[in-house]
């Protein structure tokens, strides 16, 4: 059984900096995808950043290109989103989702396991 734990939200300024992390338990780490996604109130959950199991494939979305950065340490069986230059929109509820292998669709219906969220809010 795959579990996943968010942590390391909260709130900041806008243009500071926060780091996530999501601890994986569960069969072999490495054969997993692993991605983030975001909600907003009254907004769709949205496909963040992925990075395959070997870290060879990393893909993040538009609007946090060249701010955000996922990455992961199969020996911790962690996977991170290192945020900077954050900005009031932001804002949302973040989850880790995994799934085994990759299709290249990085979103939600692709994606089998979920933390419970952690909260990230920038104040302007």
């Known amino acids: 059984q795959v579990q996943l734990v968010e942590s390391g939200g909260g709130l900041v300024q806008a243009g500071g900096s926060l780091r996530l992390s999501c601890a994986y338990s569960?069969?072999?780490?490495?054969?997993?995808?692993m991605a983030w996604f975001r909600q907003a109130p009254g907004k769709e959950r949205e496909f963040v950043a992925g990075?395959?199991?070997?870290?060879?494939?990393?893909v993040h979305a538009d609007s946090v290109k060249g701010r955000f950065a996922i990455s992961r340490d199969n020996a911790k069986n962690t996977v991170y989103l290192q945020m900077s230059s954050l900005k009031p929109e932001d804002t949302a509820v973040y989850y880790c989702?995994?799934?085994?292998?990759?299709?290249?669709?990085?979103?939600?219906?692709?994606?089998?396991?979920w933390g419970q969220g952690t909260q990230v809010t920038v104040s302007s």
């Open positions: 989702a995994g799934r085994r292998g990759i299709d290249g669709i990085w979103a939600p219906r692709s994606f089998d396991y």
């Open positions: 990075i395959s199991g070997n870290a060879i494939i990393i």
């Open positions: 569960g069969p072999t780490f490495n054969s997993y995808s």
